[in-house]
């Protein structure tokens, strides 16, 4: 069983637009919130973004505020990430996971989608 799916990355040049989708798991959606992290290889995770579970509160880290924008679809149980105006800074690789109090449930951690923003 594979509790959740990223897709989306890519390769694009800087100033251009990616959208990330999550396809997660019913019993894990409907009961969490849901956030998306990214790491680059030797360097910390990092948090990106967060979505409340009625999708109507989003938190972002100052970093991609007003670039990024996360969202979540009950139809599809899948969360987004629409990013535009990407930089190299982006270039990571990005994961989803449900969220709590005391950060990412590592317990339900993906593969992650590479993304990869040239100059």
């Known amino acids: 069983q594979v509790d959740l799916v990223e897709s989306g990355g890519g390769l694009v040049q800087a100033g251009g637009s990616l959208t990330l989708s999550c396809v997660v798991s019913?019993?894990?959606?409907?009961?969490?919130?849901m956030a998306w992290f990214r790491q680059a290889p030797g360097k910390e995770r990092e948090f990106v973004a967060a979505?409340?579970?009625?999708?109507?509160?989003?938190e972002y880290a100052d970093s991609v505020r007003g670039r990024f924008t996360i969202s979540r679809d009950y139809a599809k149980n899948t969360v987004f990430l629409q990013m535009r105006n990407l930089k190299p800074a982006d270039t990571s690789v990005y994961h989803c996971?449900?969220?709590?109090?005391?950060?990412?449930?590592?317990?339900?951690w993906g593969q992650g989608t590479q993304v990869t923003v040239s100059s």
């Open positions: 019913e019993h894990i959606f409907s009961k969490y919130e």
């Open positions: 979505v409340s579970r009625n999708g109507r509160n989003a």
């Open positions: 996971a449900p969220r709590d109090d005391f950060g990412p449930i590592l317990e339900y």
